[in-house]
């Protein structure tokens, strides 16, 4: 059964391996790695990064206050050095499973979490470096401006708002379009569980290739109210009526014009087939055909979301045969 899932997988992603040690324990961390080959055309195109870096170190919570959290066996100073990095630390179980939480600092024993994690102690966590813009989106179009350069959009969390960013020609680092002036302190990056706009300009096609380890656990995913881009946890294998978590996130309704919908993209930068959960059947259905459940229909990407009331965040889950990865 392993072997058969793995080749699946392969076939689906495309098969790399991948191993990682830590330096507290030399330990080693393996797991199924691929690749995945996004086209981005001229327009506005939407792209979940599915595909993670390897895990650094994972363990057990021994010590939890507010957003300060321990495992005392670790050393993390030893193991989160590059001061250049966005690190990431996200609980396996209990009832906060799959939520992550940027790491703003690190010592012997613990870490600090942007924000109380709630996780408990006896969780089961791990920790991995998140995308940065430089290392995804470096094939990208540079430019001195981002009047020429392409643009990517990265979700604030807020209202359905973004934070812009170009790739400056000479010094190679993305830049705020805000503050074109100057490299920030070190690259930007983003937590994974958000979806990016790539706006193209006038290049012509590009075939991003984005490469990393599958994450064989599901991700909590926050939903603005408003318009958000959220990251499809699965690279492959989910669709749309799948017991996934997407439908319990959202607001359900009789029709369109009250309940949340999804929009999946569909081929041309810009085009999107748009869903909403029907009251009574549980299920998404076409705002085009609301009279029957949609056909099964692969999200291995990105969705973008039009929350219709307050924020939320919900658990995006992976296909049950990502166990046996």
């Not at 797991?31 to 993670?52: A, K, P």
Request: hydrophobic share 40%.
């Amino acid at each position: 059964m392993k072997a058969t899932t793995l080749k699946k997988a392969a076939v689906f992603a495309g098969s790399l391996s991948f191993l990682a040690g830590s330096a507290f324990s030399q330990q080693a961390f393996s797991g199924v790695g691929g690749y995945r080959t996004v086209n981005i055309d001229n327009g506005f195109n939407l792209v979940g990064v599915n595909l993670h870096n390897p895990v650094l170190v994972s363990g057990a919570i021994d010590t939890e206050t507010d957003a300060d959290v321990g495992d005392s066996t670790v050393d993390y100073t030893t193991i989160l050095t590059d001061a250049d990095a966005t690190y990431v630390f996200e609980v396996l179980d209990g009832a906060q499973a799959g939520a992550i939480a940027e790491i703003t600092a690190a010592a012997n024993g613990s870490v600090t979490v942007d924000g109380a994690i709630g996780a408990g102690v006896g969780s089961a966590y791990s920790i991995r470096q998140a995308p940065s813009l430089n290392d995804t989106f470096g094939d990208l179009a540079p430019g001195f401006t981002a009047v020429t350069a392409d643009v990517v959009y990265v979700p604030t969390g807020v209202g359905g708002g973004y934070d812009t960013y170009f790739q400056h020609q000479l010094s190679g680092q993305f830049r705020p379009t805000t503050a074109p002036g100057a490299d920030p302190a070190k690259p930007v990056s983003w937590l994974y569980s958000d979806g990016v706009l790539v706006e193209r300009k006038t290049e012509g096609p590009l075939a991003l290739v984005i490469t990393g380890m599958v994450k064989t656990t599901g991700t909590i995913v926050n939903v603005p109210s408003g318009f958000g881009a959220v990251a499809v946890s699965a690279p492959v294998g989910s669709e749309l009526n799948d017991e996934n978590g997407l439908k319990a996130t959202i607001n359900p309704g009789f029709t369109a014009v009250t309940a949340d919908v999804v929009y999946v993209p569909a081929g041309a930068p810009g085009a999107y087939d748009t869903y909403f959960v029907h009251q009574l059947s549980g299920n998404f259905r076409s705002t085009t055909s609301p009279g029957a459940d949609a056909d099964p229909l692969p999200i291995n990407n990105a969705v973008l979301v039009e929350r219709k009331g307050d924020d939320t965040a919900g658990l995006l889950g992976v296909p049950a045969f990502y166990e046996n990865l």
